[in-house]
C-alpha cells in the first residue's frame, strides 16, 4: 500500500479561482514533507518543504500546510493562472541514515486550470 | 546555473539493444539520483549516489540495469538488453547535502523500447 496519498486525482478549476490539493501519509518516522510541480514534459520542481515544527510556508500563490499529528498536508493555490496546469507531487521523507532512499511519492493531482 | 542536464531527451530502440541515459548534474551538488516515472507506478528511486560511490541500488529492478558516475560531473545509466517494459520516462536529479535540501530534477530521456 502506498504510503502516500493524494487526493483528489484530477481536478478542473476556472482561471483566477483557489484550489486545494490533499496528502495524507503513513510515513514513520517522519523527517519532512515536500511538495513538487511537475509540468507535462518536464521534470518535478520543488515548491516547498516542510519539517515537523513547521505547519506552514508559502512560495507565491502556493501555500502548504502540514499537520504532523493527523499525518496530512495541503496544497492552496491562490487566483489560480494557466501556468498552474500540472501535476502536483506529494513526496514524504522518512528518518532514517540513508533518508534519501525512503523518499515515499505520492500519485500526484494533476490540475487543470481553463479560461 | 544550466540546471540538471539530461541526454537524450528521447530515445526509441528496438529490443535486445543496449541503452545508455546520461546526467550532469548541478556543480557541486554532492548527490545525484536515477529515478523512473510511468503511469501505472509513478515515481520510482532506481539509484542514488553521494560523492560519486553508489549508496543505495535496491531500486534497480534488475542486472540489466547499471549506473555508474565516474566523477562529479558525469553518471550513465545503462540498460542491457533492453526490454518494452523499460518504457518509461528516466529522470536524474541532484542534491547539495542531504535532509531536507530539495531535489533539483533534470527534464527527463524519454526512452521507448520496440
Known amino acids: 500500500k502506498n504510503q502516500v496519498e493524494q487526493s483528489p486525482q484530477s481536478l478542473i478549476i476556472l482561471e483566477g479561482k483557489n484550489c486545494t490539493l490533499q496528502?495524507?501519509?503513513?510515513?514513520?518516522?517522519?523527517?519532512?514533507l515536500r511538495w513538487y510541480k511537475q509540468d507535462t514534459g518536464r521534470g518535478p520542481v520543488s515548491l516547498t518543504i516542510?519539517?515537523?515544527?513547521?505547519n506552514t510556508k508559502s512560495n507565491g500563490r502556493y501555500t502548504a500546510t502540514l499537520d504532523a499529528d493527523t499525518k496530512q498536508s495541503s496544497l492552496h493555490i491562490t487566483a489560480s493562472q494557466l501556468s498552474d496546469s500540472a501535476s502536483y507531487i506529494c513526496?514524504?521523507?522518512?528518518?532514517?541514515?540513508?533518508?534519501?532512499?525512503?523518499?515515499?511519492f505520492g500519485a500526484g493531482t494533476q490540475v487543470v486550470v481553463t479560461p | 546555473d544550466a540546471g540538471v542536464i539530461q541526454s537524450p531527451r528521447h530515445e526509441v530502440t528496438e529490443m535486445g539493444q543496449e541503452v545508455t541515459l546520461r546526467c550532469k548534474p548541478i556543480?557541486?551538488?554532492?548527490?545525484l539520483f536515477w529515478y523512473r516515472q510511468t503511469m501505472m507506478r509513478g515515481l520510482e528511486l532506481l539509484i542514488y549516489?553521494?560523492?560519486?560511490?553508489?549508496?543505495?541500488d535496491s531500486g534497480m529492478p534488475e542486472d540489466r540495469f547499471s549506473a555508474k558516475m565516474p566523477n562529479a560531473s558525469f553518471s550513465t545509466l545503462k540498460i542491457q538488453p533492453s526490454e518494452p517494459r523499460d518504457s518509461a520516462v528516466y529522470f536524474c536529479?541532484?542534491?547539495?547535502?542531504?535532509?531536507?535540501?530539495?531535489?533539483?530534477f533534470g527534464n527527463g530521456t524519454r526512452l521507448t523500447v520496440t
Open positions: 536529479a541532484s542534491s547539495f547535502r542531504a535532509g531536507h535540501s530539495p531535489l533539483h
Open positions: 496528502c495524507n501519509y503513513t510515513v514513520s518516522p517522519f523527517s519532512n
Open positions: 516542510m519539517t515537523f515544527s513547521e
Open positions: 513526496v514524504v521523507s522518512a528518518e532514517s541514515p540513508h533518508s534519501w532512499g525512503k523518499l515515499q
Open positions: 556543480s557541486g551538488h554532492d548527490y
Open positions: 549516489f553521494n560523492n560519486n560511490v553508489p549508496i543505495d
